[in-house]
Structures are given as C-alpha cells and as structure tokens.
C-alpha cells in the first residue's frame, strides 16, 4: 500500500466495473430459496450501481479505497434495493427497469420479506466495517436510511393532498432521493479519512446534485427528447404525478391556465400532454426549471470547489455530476 | 456503582416495570405523523415485553445492568414489534392482542413502512452500544435478524405443503420463535462481560426454553382449560395450522385415524375440534407433547446450570423459564 497523495485515480466508468465485480457474488445463504431467490432476481435487475460508486469516488477523493469502502458499498446497494423492493409493493408498479418487479413475480408477501432480509444483510455488511469506523458510519447510515422512509411517506402523502407547495416537494425529494447520494459520498470520505468539514462539503454535493438530478428526471419526462429519452415523455403528465413543473406551473398560472390545467387533471382528455405542455410553456416552467437546475448544479459545484483536496482529484466526481444532470436518458 | 459480585438481583417482574419505564419514552421524531403514529399505537399495545427483560436478565447474572443493555434490550423490542407489523400484514390478521392491526386500523402501505422504519429505529437504538461491544452486539443481531425472517418464511411455505416433518417444524420454530429470546439473553451475557462459553450456555438455554414455549403455547391451544386459557381452545385445529400436536398425530396414527383427520381437516364438520381432539388423544399425543416439553426444559435447565455463576444468582432465570413454560393462559 502506498501513501503517496497521487496515486492513480479510476474514473466513474472504471469504478462501475469494479464495483461490479465485487459486488457479483452470494449475498443470501441458499436456503429457503423462496425467500432468497427473489432477491437475487431483483439484484440482477441491474441498476446503475450509482450510490455504491460515489462511496468509492467519495473515498477515493481523499485516499486509496479501503476494504470498508466496499463493505459500505455493498450495504448501500442493499438498501437502496430494499427501497425499491418496498416502494414496488407500496407503488403497486408492474415493472421494475423493464423487468416484472418482485411482487409481480412472486408475491406481495415474498417481496415484503424478501425487502426485510434484504435490509438486514445490508445491515450484516455494516457489520464488517472496522470497530473504529462503525460507530460514524452506522450512525450517518441510520440516520439516511430513516429518512429515506420519511420520504417515501411524504410521497405517498403528497398523492392524496391538492395543496402540495413547491417547497413541501423539494423537501421530500431531498429525504427521498438526495439524502442517499449525499451518504454514499459521505461514508466514503469518512473513510478516507476527510475532515469534518470536507465530509460535510461531499454531503451537500451529494444533496444538491440529487435535487438538480430530480428536476432533470421531471424535465425529461415532460420535454424529453423521446429518441434519446427511449419511451414517450408526458408519463408524469398522465398520472397527474406532482413534479417541480406542475407544482411550479400551478403556483404562477393565471387564473385562466390554472382552470384548464385543472380540468385536464380531471377529465384527462386524449390531448391532456399536449395541452398540459402548452400551458407548461405558456408558464416558461421550462426555462424556469433549466434554470433552477442549474442553480443547484452549480451550488453541488462550490460545495465540491470547497473541498481541500487539488482540484485534478476531483475531475472524476465533476465528470459524473455534469453526466448525470446533462443526461438526456 | 459497586463491583460487589452480590449486589441485588431485580425479580423478572421488577425488571418488566424497570424496562417498562425506560422504554416509555418517544423513539420517533414527530413528522411525518402519517408514517410515526401508527408506530406509537403499535407499541401502545404492550406485550409483555418478555425479550427485553431477557436480556437485562442475561446482563444482570454477570454483572450491574450497563447502559449498553438497555439500548440492546430497547432494539430488541423495536425488532420484535416490527416483525410482528410485517407479519400481521403477511397473515392478514385482523387482531393482535385484541387490538386492532396497523394494516387493518391504518392500510396496508403504512403497516409495511412503518414496520421498516421501526426496524432502522432498531438499529438507531444498537448504534449507541459501545464502540468496543459494538460489533459483536451487531453480528448476533443481525444473524439473529435474518434467521427470524427465515423463520417466517419457512411458517409461510409449510402452510402450503402437506408433507411436513415434525424435525422441519422444529427448524422452523427455532428460528421464528427461539433464536429471539435466545439472542436477547446472549447479548445481555456479552454486555454483561461473560466468558464466551457461558455466552452459549445462556444461548442454548434460550434456545430450548423457546421451543418448550413453543410446545405449550401449541398444547394450550388444543388442551387448554377454557377457564385459565381465556378463550375456547382448538383455534389451531380450526385453521388447520401445522403444530407440534397435529404432525406428531399424523406421524403415530394408523391409516385408519390418519384418513380421519384427513377428512376432518378437509370437510371443516361442526364437530371438527371435538373429534381431532379424540384422535389426539387416542394417538396420545397430549401426553406427547407434555414429556417433549418438559425434555426441552430440562435441557434449558442443563444449560443455565452449566453457566459459571452461583446458583442462587440463577434463581429469577428458572422461575421465570418455569412460569413461561407452566403457564396456563
């Protein structure tokens, strides 16, 4: 092992790979199969594997990996499925990633347990996390996974409610989709040994990155190209589903706009996207929304600028921020 | 503090009242009241919070209860209560302990999130053990954790197969009902500073004396008195469930009796507990089940006589084995 400052840094392609690798082995013991074998389909399922890199990038800013890392890594790739696994059931979603999701496949009561289990072994991989390590990072852990439930809660809450403010959504976003980046970034740079405060700075890159990357996410549904985007946009529109454009459209709509985004709402007519996107554009929520981006891509920037470490080492995060938030899939 | 060895021992009911008060205390933040509230009703319904006190007691036979004790025996029960949230969902039941159940008072959806967020509480509550404890309170927890739901998972597949083994039932209750109680009083004899043998003294001793809880709570259903019981026997029956007493009978009967209760299980006649109940105890299972049960208590009592501590410090452990076991309600 060398303690040389520059050694070699791996891009976010190469860690993917890596993590891959690692992350490809026996999870669950092998019996009941009828509890373990849904989960390795869910596992297969392959997402991005996005949080479990940005705790090695988080790491790596600051050190060579260490073996916590993967550990770490690996329980916040479970629990991020867990999550899944639950908002399926909860959602009532067919379809998981183009694959049929686990209560689907099975059954509701397998994909319940299945999602517990599969918590606790993310818990197990905790577990493994050097003594002195674990306390801090057991404690962020804790702390993230709790309020990634009280996310979901909001979410949930927020279906049912009319009056749902810009600023409500915003703060259920960040619980339900930002604190996670900004954890996975964070254990990593507590086990790079960062200093309190440059932990801090990588959690809020991680939490302002995750709210310009939901905004994108809404974009792109909307205004999305649909051969870069692969399926049509206005899926959110159709479901009535509250994003940052029809929460910011209802708030400075005329009057006049606002009663006919409204009926849309109600009657759902063939031409409901057409129409909805009209009045979007009509409302410059477009713009507006390119523009908030921005504004919080470019705060998730000066928090990682802050970050005392040469700014060479940080050219793999910055790639991934702008990949991330630029993408048009 | 005193490091006197014959400092007071609390009787198991002193400890019900001591954890009772250090429990009563909110575990939840307030907001979202949606996902928390159904959690504090959940918990208002009090057991009889018997896991806890396990392993205060499994502390208290070694040593002064440390404070680690509390926060494991507090995580312990936040467990205990979100498996019985989840399994309430998967066996739709509509009662537990009289009352009604999150998913049934509440939905469905907020049972299963809150069952998770009182699981992740859970481990709020372990990460506050020592540093220097930490990772072995974790490792059992968690081993212990995965073999619950394992547990119910193996429960979920047996209702729906019909050659079930009495040796697999007995699996099955092992890690649904007894590596808890097992668990609760090992990690109280860690935290207690005892050696590792007598940590699996106390271990096995949990382990028998569950399953002999196991055997009489199955033997109470079919035979108990009415009167001490509280309510009429044979629910068991009634349902078909797979217990101790039904598999022993369809392992000891003739074809004769076996085609019987076959037919009883089958046809569902009004005379249906009446008659089992004859089968049994023509196939003498009552006086069965009675010698297993007492055949796993004494093995729990082998193994607590075996821990390296003066008798008398055993006594609140026996009774209370002796009052779960000989219990008639």
Redesign the interface.
């Known amino acids: 092992m060398s303690f040389d400052f520059n050694f070699y840094m791996h891009s976010f392609k190469e860690l993917v790979g890596i993590f891959a690798e690692k992350f490809n082995v026996p999870h669950f013991?092998a019996?009941?199969a009828?509890?373990y074998e849904p989960g390795i389909y869910f596992l297969g399922i392959a997402g991005k594997r996005i949080r479990p890199v940005l705790c090695l990038m988080g790491n790596e800013l600051f050190d060579e990996i260490h073996a916590d890392a993967y550990h770490v890594a690996t329980a916040i790739e479970l629990f991020h499925n867990f999550t899944l696994l639950?908002d399926d059931?909860?959602d009532k979603a067919p379809l998981r990633r183009g694959f049929a999701t686990v209560h689907t496949k099975y059954n509701e009561?397998t994909a319940?347990?299945t999602?517990?289990?599969m918590?606790?072994?993310a818990?197990?991989y905790?577990?493994k996390v050097s003594?002195?390590m674990?306390?801090r990072i057991?404690?962020l852990f804790?702390?993230t996974?709790?309020e990634v439930?009280?996310g979901?809660?909001?979410d949930?809450?927020f279906e049912k409610r009319d009056n749902v403010t810009l600023e409500e959504y915003i703060h259920m976003i960040q619980l339900k989709t930002s604190v996670l980046l900004a954890a996975s970034l964070k254990t990593g740079a507590i086990l790079g040994g960062a200093s309190e405060g440059n932990c801090l700075h990588m959690y809020e890159f991680g939490r302002n990155l995750g709210i310009a990357f939901q905004i994108q996410d809404d974009y792109l549904d909307a205004f999305g190209d649909p051969e870069k985007f692969g399926k049509e946009p206005g899926g959110d529109i159709r479901q009535n589903k509250k994003t940052f454009l029809l929460l910011r459209a209802l708030e400075v709509a005329n009057p006049q706009q606002k009663q006919e985004l409204l009926r849309l709402m109600q009657e759902n007519p063939e031409d409901k996207v057409e129409k909805v996107l009209a009045i979007f554009r009509e409302c410059q929520v477009d713009a507006w929304a390119r523009t908030l981006k921005q504004s919080y891509l470019e705060k998730a920037h000066q928090e990682l600028e802050a970050v005392a470490v040469t700014g060479t080492r940080k050219q793999p995060l910055l790639e991934l921020a702008d990949f991330l938030v630029a993408r048009e899939h």
């Open positions: 013991p019996q009941p009828t509890l639950h059931i909860m009561n319940l347990l999602g517990d289990v918590l606790i072994v818990y197990e905790l577990a003594p002195q674990l306390p057991m404690h804790n702390r996974a709790r439930c009280e979901q809660q909001w949930m809450d």
